[in-house]
């Protein structure tokens, strides 16, 4: 199905929009709270597919911009997570095995991403994309209950990040709506911002902060 382009960019637009809104929101507590907001795994899978999707195999406008503007957000993300992440993982990881464990994440996902373009000749990223945005909202809601609180992570970062994949899954689904696949990974992601989205709200009363003035 062929989109019109006013609808095509709107949908990019506001999810650029969105996902860098919610870049800028953890990067902001992040280095308010000493610590990062967005789960390792899903960190290395995300900044690996906008290097990918810039550089490599750029997008057509206005993507190929947004895309950059992601990465150099996600850049700061990553500097949060090599600055702050280490006490993070003391129990799990020892000491000296935090920043090797981090690059082979880093190799394994772009490997992953690159794989997966290359199985699908998938050279817009769709499958990739909301293959990695699934394992990023599962992340979240287990970064939740291993922090067991909200440092890091807002009701607006939720929010924002849950519209931010909205719109393309709109997008794609007009594209592509006999997709099997992909409905899967729209609707699995839908179900599970919805469900980290309320699991912040019950968590940030439960601590009794007011969620809507983390910012």
Same mark, same amino acid.
């Given at each position: 199905?062929?989109?019109?382009?006013?609808?095509?960019?709107s949908l990019?637009?506001?999810?650029?929009?969105?996902?860098?809104?919610?870049?800028?929101?953890?990067?902001?507590?992040?280095?308010?709270?000493?610590?990062?907001g967005m789960?390792?795994?899903?960190?290395?899978?995300?900044?690996?597919?906008?290097?990918?999707?810039?550089?490599?195999?750029?997008?057509?406008?206005?993507?190929?911009?947004?895309?950059?503007?992601?990465?150099?957000?996600?850049?700061?993300?990553?500097?949060?997570?090599?600055?702050?992440?280490?006490?993070?993982?003391?129990?799990?990881?020892? $000491?000296? %095995?935090?920043?090797?464990?981090? *690059? +082979?994440?880093?190799? &394994?996902? @772009?490997?992953?991403?690159? /794989?997966?373009?290359?199985?699908?000749?998938?050279?817009?990223?769709?499958?990739?994309?909301?293959?990695?945005?699934?394992?990023?909202?599962?992340l979240f809601?287990?970064?939740?209950?291993?922090?067991?609180?909200?440092?890091?992570?807002?009701?607006?970062? $939720?929010? %924002?990040?849950?519209?931010?994949? *909205? +719109?393309?899954?709109? &997008?794609? @689904?007009?594209?592509?709506? /006999?997709?099997?696949?992909?409905?899967?990974?729209?609707?699995?992601?839908?179900?599970?911002?919805?469900?980290?989205?309320?699991?912040?709200?019950?968590?940030?009363?439960?601590?009794?902060?007011?969620?809507?003035?983390?910012?």
């Amino acid at each position: 199905m062929t989109i019109p382009p006013e609808i095509s960019w709107s949908l990019q637009i506001g999810s650029g929009v969105c996902w860098t809104l919610v870049y800028i929101f953890i990067i902001k507590l992040g280095f308010q709270e000493k610590t990062y907001g967005m789960p390792i795994a899903a960190l290395c899978a995300n900044i690996s597919w906008e290097f990918i999707f810039s550089f490599i195999y750029p997008h057509e406008p206005p993507q190929n911009i947004i895309s950059v503007v992601w990465f150099i957000f996600d850049l700061a993300i990553v500097y949060q997570a090599l600055r702050f992440g280490k006490s993070e993982f003391d129990r799990e990881v020892a $000491a000296g %095995f935090f920043y090797p464990t981090f *690059l +082979l994440t880093l190799t &394994l996902a @772009f490997s992953a991403v690159l /794989a997966i373009t290359w199985e699908f000749r998938d050279w817009d990223g769709k499958y990739a994309a909301f293959g990695q945005n699934l394992m990023m909202s599962i992340l979240f809601i287990a970064m939740l209950l291993k922090r067991k609180n909200v440092r890091g992570q807002s009701i607006y970062i $939720a929010f %924002f990040k849950m519209v931010g994949t *909205l +719109l393309p899954s709109i &997008l794609f @689904f007009l594209s592509f709506p /006999a997709s099997v696949l992909l409905n899967f990974l729209y609707i699995s992601i839908f179900v599970f911002d919805l469900i980290y989205l309320v699991m912040l709200g019950v968590k940030h009363r439960e601590l009794g902060i007011n969620p809507w003035k983390r910012v």
